[in-house]
């Protein structure tokens, strides 16, 4: 019978989960405040600007996520690293980034209305970033295809490195095509310039650490989840096999 | 201040929030059916200490538990 597991019991991990929680929530808070109190208003959107304060940190940790879940299953596809615990991390991040991507989608679309008059534009920023979304809900659909647990975690991998393509060109779409969405403009990679500075440079960069602090205790507690599922199975099995292991002694 | 700016705000944390809650108590709910179901296997385990042949024989099937043929019968064997 197997012993009670890791995630069964508490330990120094869980405390450090809490601890980084903490800092996170703390982190955001800290930019929220900034974000809507402190900062000045921009000279061209007003208050507006606010809402940038939050919405490229999204972006960003969705980008991450990507790459986490891109990473992860390369690993788990090549043969000498293969482990459940890449699948396990693959899901638990691309589900985090799914999250993260739709609200991209929905603040930016916010910040959109009274900027541009509009909800939506099928421009090539948000339609690539739609099209990321929808390709990774895809992926999460792909894992729930019943399956043996290699076979379906192989074509998982396959199915998240296919999705990942769509993370550059959303990145490179300001610049390849004529977008209505800015450019850049933290660090522009043409201009090289910063355009960005004071109070609202840091509230920036706190966002992105505090957002980045945010995916990681989200992924590793969707992790958790995912380990403890796999588990669950297990001992659901075990449970079954002892039962008939009693029933044939009673028998 | 602007609606914009507070509808953006409260939807990401409102958002971030009801997830990371939701995978908490998902969590909870999964560790708690995970030690039932230890104590539950162990419980059961403890009722006889068979061989793996034992677990792997039909219930009624006694002359194949006390032998263990099941566990020596392989795919495709005579006996």
């Known amino acids: ?251 | 201040m602007n609606g914009y700016v507070e509808a953006g705000y409260v939807v990401i944390l409102g958002t971030l929030g009801t997830y990371g809650l939701t995978l908490l108590a998902r969590e909870r709910a999964a560790r708690r059916r995970v030690g039932a179901a230890s104590i539950e296997a162990s419980t059961a385990a403890g009722a006889g200490a068979p061989a793996k042949a034992d677990i792997l024989a039909p219930p009624g099937d006694a002359s194949a538990v006390k032998h263990g043929a099941v566990e020596q019968a392989g795919p495709g064997s005579t006996s």
Request: charged share 15%; glycine share 8%; no cysteine.
């Open chain 1, 1 to 251: 019978m197997r012993a009670p597991t890791r995630a069964v019991r508490p330990d120094r991990a869980a405390v450090t989960l809490r601890v980084l929680g903490v800092t996170a929530l703390v982190g955001v808070a800290a930019t929220v405040w900034l974000g809507l109190f402190v900062t000045p208003p921009d000279e061209f959107m007003g208050n507006l600007v606010r809402l940038l304060y939050v919405h490229p940190p999204m972006a960003w940790v969705a980008f991450l996520a990507y790459g986490v879940a891109s990473l992860a299953s390369l690993l788990y596809l090549w043969p000498r690293t293969r482990a459940e615990r890449f699948d396990r991390l693959a899901g638990a991040s691309a589900e985090v980034g799914v999250v993260f991507t739709g609200l991209t989608l929905v603040s930016g679309s916010i910040w959109g209305r009274p900027t541009w008059g509009v909800w939506w534009v099928w421009d090539p920023l948000l339609t690539t970033t739609a099209l990321l979304f929808v390709l990774y809900l895809g992926y999460l659909a792909l894992r729930r295809v019943p399956g043996e647990f290699d076979v379906r975690a192989r074509r998982s991998a396959i199915g998240a490195l296919i999705a990942f393509i769509d993370v550059p060109i959303v990145y490179l779409s300001v610049e390849w095509w004529r977008s209505l969405h800015q450019a850049p403009t933290v660090l522009n990679p043409t201009t090289h310039k910063t355009y960005v500075h004071g109070s609202m440079a840091w509230t920036l960069l706190l966002g992105f650490v505090s957002f980045t602090l945010v995916y990681i205790w989200l992924a590793t507690h969707r992790y958790r989840l995912a380990e403890l599922q796999d588990l669950e199975d297990t001992e659901g099995l075990e449970v079954a096999l002892a039962e008939r292991r009693a029933e044939a002694v009673a028998g």
